[in-house]
């Protein structure tokens, strides 16, 4: 039975109950449940969002029904199947149904019939019962082989596009599920349940499937730009907040600066040499134990003069911190009698075995988050800490066996994929309680959402490859497609990197030419040799990494990371007009070419370039020893080469030299004499 009911569609089948909802402009939210109610939980779906006013009908057998919401039209048919479709009449996405039809009484087209009067028998929302009451689902959509699909987080591969792949919904290191998709058929589509499980967008089929959950539930939204859509979502899950002023210039880090006197002495050295830095970094185990939140006083013996003394150079400090507790820690046994601490469903709950016994905060808790919260504070913030470093956000268990995990909000299997968002939505609350303003916030994962709690995205522990540097820059503009404006990357790359190998110097170099357009500019990295441990206690006994310094690398190589750090501070006023663009609307700050240029059939192509706000064209170098590249220009507004000032006709490819000083870098024309001061730096 199809119905309406305060301006939504239902219907009612046996013991499901599904809910079609306007929510949002052009959008609607649709649950299905077999339990009595829905669970009331709205998961990324948190903002607060204008009546929308639908226009629904009901056909009098009561066996179909439609409902209008903007220029997003929703249809329920005699199959019990849901289809969605444009104001044009153009077919967005319809469910994928295969079974035999019974009741002809309803007038069905003929055509239709012989399509889905099928004896496989396969529903497009399948509902398969465990044991103890939760559901595993899947729900399935008809596949075109046409479409483009962009979007859905941080996946280590080096393609765009994403359709034909299947992806795991689950974190790891250096892997985050944000399942928020952009299609080129005009629609938006989160799939709003945090369950782990797996998509499969499959030439045959598309098939979303959580293995424990209570409900179905997702959002769908159209728009004739890709902007349109983004902007739709950016509104119903929230947007980043405004990027502070020194956020947008160079942030220097490495692994690990092991002593007070080490970190200082780095921080002079960029000031004596005149070079630009905006934030240093301070990384893990330099607390005396995992779990205690406190510098190792052996190592760190005077944070507040230090912070001071960064202060007076115009240096913020950030600060590692984990969700680990090691079972020996002064806090450990607080936290697991107060159930603060992840649970195991087998054996001892122990859930990460790196240094120690060790078991992780549960985000998913307010009451943890705000115990940690007060650790952080009295500890760091108090002491003059600018931002923090939320490091193991996954989180990244010794073994990823997610069945054996239990949250304060459920089991891992039902909400595990919240987890870095409870960990951002802790530090975030408690900052702004504190009275911080534009917050910030270094993590290594995020689910959709994270970006209302300041998070900043980075791509985890990657190799120090070209293939590396390839993945990241089709994850950077997947995961601006998903709803994450700020993202950045180990610059170099995490393992393997060796400072004085002339492979590596190139690879660190062109690195540093693509991080010189991303929304954060970040170096990081273990080089190699790796440094002895100072003790065999406290903070001293993990070793440290090579120099990350931009001197580093050879004169050479340091000549041209000047230049590419004085461009960056040069285009600062630029950067912030990106990030106003960000905070307002949810524009990502790097994207593919057709997010400006959706009616050019070509910029849908193409995954090697991208575009650093609204009015610069990136084509970085991806592959060794490359003399030149070929770039497209997009149709619809002409271009300036900005290292050689030369006029280019947009809707062509061109061929450009690429020594190893040059990132193939064009300016809209329009906006070129504007522009053009700021890459003087170049020269």
Request: glycine letters at 8%.
């Amino acid at each position: 039975m199809i119905y309406e009911d305060s301006g939504c569609l239902y219907l009612r089948n046996g013991n499901e109950l599904l809910e079609i909802r306007p929510w949002g402009n052009n959008s609607f939210r649709v649950r299905s449940t077999k339990f009595s109610t829905y669970t009331g939980e709205n998961h990324a779906l948190t903002e607060s969002i204008p009546e929308n006013k639908a226009t629904v009908s009901v056909n009098e057998t009561q066996k179909s029904g439609e409902i209008t919401n903007g220029k997003l039209t929703a249809k329920l048919d005699a199959f019990k199947n849901i289809s969605f479709y444009k104001q044009n009449g153009d077919l967005l996405l319809k469910g994928f149904q295969r079974n035999r039809i019974d009741d002809m009484s309803a007038g069905i087209d003929a055509e239709k019939v012989n399509h889905f009067n099928s004896a496989l028998n396969i529903d497009s929302r399948e509902f398969k019962p465990i044991l103890g009451g939760d559901f595993e689902l899947k729900v399935r959509f008809e596949s075109d082989p046409n479409e483009k699909l962009f979007g859905m987080g941080q996946y280590q591969q080096d393609f765009l596009n994403l359709k034909n792949a299947k992806l795991e919904l689950a974190h790891r290191n250096s892997q985050a599920s944000v399942p928020f998709l952009l299609s080129s058929k005009g629609y938006g589509f989160l799939w709003n349940n945090p369950a782990i499980g797996d998509v499969d967008f499959a030439k045959n089929v598309t098939e979303w499937h959580s293995l424990a959950t209570k409900e179905m539930d997702y959002w769908i939204t159209c728009g004739d730009k890709p902007s349109d859509i983004e902007e739709q979502y950016a509104d119903v899950t929230g947007k980043v907040p405004m990027m502070p002023d020194f956020a947008m210039g160079y942030w220097q880090c490495k692994l690990r600066y092991r002593t007070q006197e080490e970190l200082l002495a780095a921080a002079h050295e960029f000031k004596k040499r005149n070079l630009p830095i905006s934030v240093i970094v301070i990384d893990y185990f330099h607390w005396p134990k995992s779990g205690e939140y406190t510098f190792d006083e052996k190592y760190w013996p005077n944070p507040e003069k230090m912070i001071k003394e960064l202060h007076e150079m115009g240096i913020k400090l950030m600060v590692s911190v984990w969700p680990t507790i090691d079972e020996t820690s002064s806090h450990y046994k607080d936290m697991e009698e107060k159930g603060y601490l992840v649970q195991t469903e087998r054996g001892v709950p122990i859930t990460m075995n790196f240094l120690g016994n060790n078991g992780f905060v549960d985000f998913t808790n307010p009451d943890a988050q705000d115990y940690l919260w007060q650790l952080l504070k009295k500890n760091y913030q108090d002491k003059g800490v600018d931002l923090f470093w939320l490091d193991e956000a996954e989180p990244e268990y010794t073994v990823y066996d997610f069945d054996n995990y239990r949250y304060h909000n459920g089991s891992n299997l039902q909400v595990g994929n919240t987890y870095p968002l409870g960990y951002s939505k802790a530090i975030y609350d408690g900052q702004k309680a504190s009275g911080k303003k534009n917050i910030i916030n270094l993590v290594r994962c995020a689910w959709a959402g994270s970006q209302k709690y300041g998070a900043l995205v980075w791509s985890g522990d990657i190799d120090s490859s070209f293939q590396s540097l390839r993945n990241q820059l089709a994850i950077g503009l997947n995961m601006g497609i998903a709803g994450i404006p700020w993202w950045t990357t180990d610059i170099g790359g995490f393992h393997g990197g060796v400072d004085d190998n002339e492979d590596f110097r190139e690879l660190v170099t062109r690195w540093f030419e693509f991080a010189t357009f991303c929304p954060v500019m970040r170096m990081h990295g273990d080089r190699e040799p790796h440094t002895e441990p100072l003790s065999n206690e406290g903070g001293g006994k993990m070793p440290s990494g090579g120099a990350t310094e931009p001197w580093a690398y050879g004169e050479a190589t340091y000549s041209i990371m000047k230049k590419y750090m004085n461009l960056r501070t040069n285009l600062k006023n630029y950067i912030k007009v990106q990030m106003k663009d960000a905070h307002e609307k949810g524009t990502p700050v790097i994207r593919p070419l057709f997010y400006n240029f959706s009616q050019d059939s070509q910029a849908w192509n193409i995954e090697d370039e991208f575009l650093f706000g609204d009015s610069i064209l990136i084509a970085p170098v991806l592959y060794e020893k490359m003399k030149q590249r070929k770039v497209y220009l997009p149709n619809g507004t002409d271009w300036i080469n900005a290292n050689t000032g030369e006029f280019v006709t947009g809707g062509q490819t061109v061929s450009v030299e690429t020594p190893i000083d040059e990132l193939p870098i064009f300016i809209r024309q329009e906006d070129a004499e504007e522009l053009k001061p700021a890459f003087q730096a170049l020269k």
